[in-house]
């Protein structure tokens, strides 16, 4: 297929469509006797008729009036017929229109050259009217065919240029979707191993009934479930082992924290709203339910729930739709609901602060997860465990726990459960320097409450301890606090030579500020620099 000049194509389209009726007729000839002929058997044929003398004015009018059909004298003074097609065929704006060329039937003339320079007929002389008006229209009508026929060419080049894109377009928006199913697959591998079964530390017998439960409850999906327990105690790691060890693992889970909602906004942060249903209301809105479609929704804290959103989630949980705020059609989602909950949300109910009916479709399964005190023989797998996990963090060798800090362990009543060990740990890691744990080192919190006393241990006051913890890790980081607003920023160098301490510390400390928002780092590595946000 020859190469179709789409833009050429397009102007020729548009005159056809203007003159649908007419074609414009360029005869070509220097004898006027000749030229009354011709004009006088067609210009009642419905032909637009333009006479030129001579090869040169036939250039320079072809290209201005772009005719439709070209009758070429062949034996003209000057540039003869040929050379006048030859230069005409030049011109890409003319090369496909028919020329015919005119001679008479005394004139001795190579016709293959006719042919060969572009000419695509002849007519001889004397003009037989007939004859003239069956070529022309013969010719007019294989060229309109050859141009609807590019037309169409060129359709199916636009429209093969567009499926190529489009595949193009899916081919990369597949790789794209493989991608991220495989980032998903891998993340939500992480996801689960981090959070599976084998996040749950200890031998007591009331972990192994929790972890018989996610089992049962991994493989039930649409099961809603409601866990209790003490804050601290790891509800949301239950709520994240049911999710992450079933079939929903790779959609999203979603915690939210329900004391955390304000009222005024509670209705659009769960459902959420449309455009204009609200003076702030400037875009589109999904809520908590329509982010995790497909997932799990984690409404931790359920017992803060507002009051009037509690009809609204009721309804949701039994029919399996959402009306977000000033939508004026309900959606489908498919969301399994975990609770949670650190009060006694049954007396709450028997107060009317939460509703009866919306209880018992949450606790559709129940799991009470118990206070570090009344699984005691974890305590210590738990203590070795945070040992292991902030070694690795801090970049130094796992150190041991002597046995006076053991019993102490053993013996305190954590009010702040297995959240509490974790950071008692931690300060004392920090405070031991990478040395075996003393009792001194560990730091206790005595609430003073009068339903878990701690018979072999005496805490100190709560000012004293938190006056410990702060001269323990609060003093460091406020000296690194001050260092940087006097200098501008800090290093892991001068860091270790503020605190004298060591490279790992240092570094630990200096990341820690920076995950909690205290510092922003700059540069990475060696060339990390810390400065206040």
């Not at 006027?32 to 058997?41: R, T």
């Not at 493989?178 to 591998?189: E, G, I, V």
């Not at 559709?364 to 974890?378: A, F, G, H, M, Q």
């Not at 003393?438 to 301890?465: C, G, T, Y």
Request: one cysteine or more; a neutral charge; proline letters at 4%.
């Amino acid at each position: 297929m020859s190469k179709i000049n789409l833009g050429l194509l397009f102007s020729q389209k548009l005159k056809y469509q203007m003159n649908s009726k007419s074609a414009y007729v360029l005869i070509v000839d220097d004898a006027p006797e000749n030229l009354e002929v011709l004009i006088e058997q067609l210009e009642n044929t419905g032909f637009n008729l333009s006479v030129v003398s001579n090869g040169e004015e036939a250039l320079e009018l072809a290209n201005q009036i772009m005719p439709d059909i070209i009758l070429l004298d062949v034996m003209m003074p000057g540039m003869d017929g040929f050379e006048t097609c030859r230069c005409l065929k030049q011109l890409p704006a003319l090369h496909d229109i028919p020329i015919i060329f005119i001679t008479a039937l005394t004139e001795q003339i190579d016709k293959i050259t006719g042919f060969k320079v572009g000419g695509v007929d002849y007519i001889t002389k004397p003009f037989q009217y007939e004859e003239v008006l069956v070529r022309i229209n013969t010719h007019l009508t294989l060229y309109r065919q050859k141009f609807e026929l590019d037309e169409k060419n060129a359709a199916l080049i636009l429209a093969n240029r567009k499926l190529k894109q489009e595949i193009n377009l899916r081919q990369q928006a597949e790789d794209a979707l493989q991608t991220a199913d495989a980032q998903l697959s891998a993340l939500s591998q992480q996801e689960a191993e981090h959070w599976g079964i084998a996040a749950f530390i200890g031998q007591s017998q009331s972990i192994k009934t929790i972890l018989k439960d996610i089992r049962r409850l991994q493989e039930a999906e649409k099961t809603s479930v409601l866990i209790l327990g003490e804050s601290g105690t790891g509800k949301e790691l239950v709520a994240r082992a049911i999710h992450f060890g079933g079939v929903r693992a790779k959609r999203p889970f979603i915690p939210v924290n329900c004391s955390a909602i304000p009222t005024e906004l509670a209705d659009s942060l769960v459902f959420g709203h449309m455009r204009g249903s609200f003076s702030d209301a400037v875009n589109n809105h999904k809520g908590h339910f329509e982010v995790a479609h497909g997932g799990t929704l984690f409404l931790d804290e359920i017992g803060e729930m507002p009051e009037k959103l509690q009809p609204k989630l009721l309804r949701t949980l039994e029919d399996g739709q959402i009306t977000p705020l000033g939508a004026t059609q309900s959606k489908a989602v498919d969301v399994r609901i975990i609770a949670a909950t650190n009060i006694d949300l049954q007396a709450k109910v028997g107060t009317e602060k939460f509703r009866k009916d919306l209880y018992f479709r949450l606790a559709t399964y129940t799991i009470t997860v118990p206070p570090l005190r009344e699984r005691k023989k974890d305590i210590v797998l738990l203590a070795e465990h945070f040992l292991s996990l902030f070694a690795l963090e801090m970049g130094q060798k796992k150190t041991m726990l002597t046995q006076p800090a053991l019993i102490a362990l053993e013996n305190y009543h954590f009010p702040g459960n297995v959240r509490e060990l974790k950071n008692i740990i931690e300060h004392a890691l920090l405070h031991s320097g990478g040395k075996p744990i003393k009792r001194d080192h560990l730091h206790f919190v005595d609430f003073k409450s009068p339903n878990h006393a701690s018979p072999q241990i005496q805490p100190r006051s709560a000012f004293e301890a938190f006056q410990s913890v702060d001269t323990v890790v609060k003093s460091d980081e406020a000296k690194i606090i001050l260092y940087v607003r006097i200098h501008g920023s800090i290093n892991n160098t001068q860091c270790r030579h503020l605190l004298a301490s060591y490279f790992q510390r240092a570094s630990y400390l200096l990341k820690k500020m920076n995950r909690e928002g205290v510092l922003v780092r700059e540069g990475e590595r060696r060339w990390a620099k810390y400065r206040l946000p």
